[in-house]
T-cell receptor
Framework: GAVVSQHPSWVICKSGTSVKIECRSL??????MFWYRQFPKQSLMLMAT?????????EQGVEKDKFLINHASLTLSTLTVTSAHPEDSSFYIC??????????????FGPGTRLTVL | AQSVSQHNHHVILSEAASLELGCNYS??????LFWYVQYPGQHLQLLLK??????LVKGIKGFEAEFIKSKFSFNLRKPSVQWSDTAEYFC???????????FGQGTTLQVKP
C-alpha cells in the first residue's frame, strides 16, 4: 500500500520556539494532505487540509497563524507550529489519499510526530 | 455538521469472544464510512470501508461492518477476537466532495489472553 512518512517522529522544544513537521508521500503524489491532532487517549481532530499550490484550508477554531501549512510539492506538506507553548504538546498526524476522487479513497496515515513543549 | 459517535469507549473481552463496536454518524449527504485501527505504537491502518453497494462489508483480519442507513449506523463486528486485536478502533466518515475524515472518539479494545 501507499506509504506516508513524517519527520521527526518526536521533538522536544522550548516554549516560544517554532517547530516544523514534515509529511511526505513516498510512492505516490498527493495534491491534498490532511493534518490531524491527537491528544492522549482521544480521537483525531482534523486541523487543516493542505493543498498543493494553494493555501491550506483550516478547520474552525484552528489558528492559521499558529499552525502554518505549506504544501510545496506533490509529495511534501509541512506543518510549522509557531511560538509553541506547552498546550501545543500533542501528537500530530498527517494523511493523504493516493488517488483523485478524495472522498472515495482511503487515506494513508503517517506514523505521527510527538511534540512536547517545555 | 458532521459528527461520529462511538458508544463504547473501553471494551474488555476474553479471547474467542465476539465483538461488536457501535458507530453512529450524523451527516446530511452521501457518506463514505471507514473503520481504522491503531495498534499500540503504530500508525492508523484501514480495517474496512463502505462507499456503496452491499451494506455488509468485509475487511482485513476477519472484521466486518454493516451499514444500516435507516439507523445511521456502521457497527464493526468480529466473531472471535484474538489477543492481537488489542488496539484503538476509530470509526470515521468522509465527505465525497472534500475527502475530510471526521473521526469518532475511539474505542479501546483490550483482549485478555
Amino acid at each position: 500500500g501507499a506509504v506516508v512518512s513524517q519527520h521527526p517522529s518526536w521533538v522536544i522544544c522550548k516554549s516560544g520556539t517554532s517547530v516544523k513537521i514534515e509529511c511526505r508521500s513516498l510512492d505516490f503524489q498527493a495534491t491534498t494532505m490532511f493534518w490531524y491532532r491527537q491528544f492522549p487517549k482521544q480521537s483525531l481532530m482534523l486541523m487543516a487540509t493542505s493543498n498543493e499550490g494553494s493555501k491550506a484550508t483550516y478547520e474552525q477554531g484552528v489558528e492559521k497563524d499558529k499552525f502554518l501549512i505549506n504544501h510545496a510539492s506533490l509529495t511534501l506538506s509541512t506543518l510549522t507550529v509557531t511560538s509553541a507553548h506547552p498546550e501545543d504538546s500533542s501528537f500530530y498526524i498527517c494523511s493523504a489519499p493516493p488517488k483523485a476522487g478524495l472522498g472515495h479513497n482511503e487515506q494513508f496515515f503517517g506514523p505521527g510526530t510527538r511534540l512536547t513543549v517545555l | 455538521a458532521q459528527s461520529v459517535s462511538q458508544h463504547n469507549h473501553h471494551v474488555i473481552l476474553s479471547e474467542a469472544a465476539s465483538l461488536e463496536l457501535g458507530c453512529n454518524y450524523s451527516y446530511g449527504g452521501t457518506v463514505n464510512l471507514f473503520w481504522y485501527v491503531q495498534y499500540p505504537g503504530q500508525h492508523l491502518q484501514l480495517l474496512l470501508k463502505y462507499f456503496s453497494g452491499d451494506p455488509l462489508v468485509k475487511g482485513i483480519k476477519g472484521f466486518e461492518a454493516e451499514f444500516i442507513k435507516s439507523k445511521f449506523s456502521f457497527n464493526l463486528r468480529k466473531p472471535s477476537v484474538q489477543w492481537s486485536d488489542t488496539a484503538e478502533y476509530f470509526c470515521a466518515v468522509s465527505s465525497s466532495n472534500t475527502g475530510k475524515l471526521i473521526f469518532g472518539q475511539g474505542t479501546t479494545l483490550q483482549v485478555k489472553p
